[in-house]
């Protein structure tokens, strides 16, 4: 069978022309970018070169807004500890309910050992924000408000530049996990209201292991890491220079291929989610279809187990996803699913299709082709199903 992978939130391939220009700084160029001999200097010239790349992705002011971390994850963490560090007299923080767990864990945290009262702002069920509930979150009491721009499991995208403002309007400081946004939508930073954002280089055809936090030249910023002055002094420890570079280049290819994403792309994922509803009896998507990602589709089916769907996917070469984080292996839908309200029937069977430019057409078609025999398979076997309300779908949740 075919390979197909549609996990692309989950991580992407490492773009080859990315592996080519990281390959010299394995090699000859193995120079500490710090030190100040030739065999450093010119290496830190290519971080630098690399910094304004990242800069022009993001449309920020200035290249030392830049500041590198190992990944995603502890961007976000470096964010919210700053922003308690940073802002004395407040220790609350307004979050929402379908961050990633690397923002949500560190808050529940925070919690439990009494270091910050945290609000988990709710949403609706297509996943949009409750803006009643954020506002009267918003206090002088407030140090951080953190906010993702799309969401990972559904790709519903968070009017971030609006929520950005309001937060300002009670002198907090706002961090956006855009760990799923760069790359797939234009961000401009400069002149806007954001204070800090996290991206991960492995979700935009960069390696592992490397990501960044923007910080807004003048905002308040305190390490997580001390050590040596690496990163103006905001992030400890000997640069990963081949990483670096590696996002620098992904960053430049992002910039060329970002209207292929609105484009080719989001045509490829229309047209998977539109082929699925008219084939497959019981089925909806979850999150906002108009306020959304280019490359995500997450699917609800009724009656039937994610897991099982994926394993048969698998075994006719498809790679997806489900919503539920089942590493613990337990059987719970996903918070996301959960904050959205999505019934029990429905939050067990989604399924997250995600895309990036490296998939074609035949990827779709080898879906379309086998997955709606595999729900009619496993419905056979539901014992819900028989006495199911089967009826024609509609691109709203049936329960809203
Ligand atoms: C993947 C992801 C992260 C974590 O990034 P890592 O580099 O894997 O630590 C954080 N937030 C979101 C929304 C993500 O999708």
């Known amino acids: 069978m075919r390979p197909v992978y549609l996990d692309n939130n989950a991580t992407t391939r490492v773009d080859p022309a990315v592996v080519e220009a990281m390959l010299p700084f394995f090699t000859e160029q193995f120079g500490n970018p710090s030190s100040i001999h030739s065999f450093g200097a010119s290496v830190g010239q290519s971080v630098k070169k690399a910094r304004q790349q990242l800069q022009q992705l993001l449309g920020a002011e200035h290249d030392h807004e830049i500041i590198y971390t190992a990944s995603g994850t502890e961007a976000d963490n470096t964010a919210i500890l700053s922003a308690l560090e940073a802002m004395p ?117 960069a390696p592992k292991g490397i990501g960044a936090l923007y910080v807004k030249r003048g905002a308040r910023f305190k390490p997580l890491l001390r050590g040596g002055h690496q990163e103006r002094g905001r992030r400890a420890g000997t640069e990963n220079a081949p990483g670096i570079i590696g996002l620098g280049k992904a960053a430049e290819l992002a910039i060329a291929h970002m209207a292929e994403e609105q484009t080719r792309v989001k045509e490829l994922r229309d047209r998977l989610e539109n082929a699925i509803l008219q084939r497959v009896p019981n089925c909806f998507v979850n999150g906002d279809i108009r306020e959304r990602l280019p490359n995500t589709t997450n699917i609800a089916f009724e009656y039937v187990e994610g897991e099982a769907i994926l394993l048969h996917l698998t075994r006719n070469g498809v790679a997806a996803s489900s919503g539920s984080a089942c590493t613990s292996g337990s059987l719970e839908p996903s918070h996301v699913m959960k904050a959205m309200n999505v019934p029990f029937t429905a939050a067990h069977g989604s399924i997250r299709f995600s895309f990036s430019r490296d998939n074609v057409p035949e990827d779709v078609d080898q879906v379309i082709e086998t997955l709606p025999k595999i729900l009619e398979k496993l419905r056979e076997l539901s014992p819900f199903w028989a006495g199911a309300n089967k009826g024609p779908n509609e691109f709203k949740p049936v329960y809203a």
């Not at 307004?94 to 009494?114: F, I, M, N, Y």
């Not at 969401?151 to 996990?177: C, M, Q, R, S, Y």
């Not at 797939?184 to 280089?201: H, N, Q, T």
Request: aromatic content about 4%.
């Open 89 to 205: 007299g407040r220790d609350e923080i307004v979050t929402s309910a379908v961050e990633h767990p690397a923002v949500l864990a560190l808050c529940q945290h925070l919690e439990k050992t009494g270091r910050a009262k945290v609000h988990y702002i709710g949403v609706d069920s297509l996943g949009r924000l409750d803006l009643e509930a954020y506002r009267a979150a918003l206090t002088d009491k407030v140090a951080l408000v953190t906010l993702m721009w799309a969401n990972n499991e559904t790709g519903t995208i968070f009017p971030i530049e609006a929520l950005a403002e309001l937060a300002k309007e009670v002198g907090a400081l706002f961090h956006t996990d855009a760990v799923q946004a760069v790359g797939k939508v234009p961000i401009v930073l400069k002149g806007g209201a954001i204070d800090m954002l996290s991206l991960s280089g492995h979700k935009l055809h």
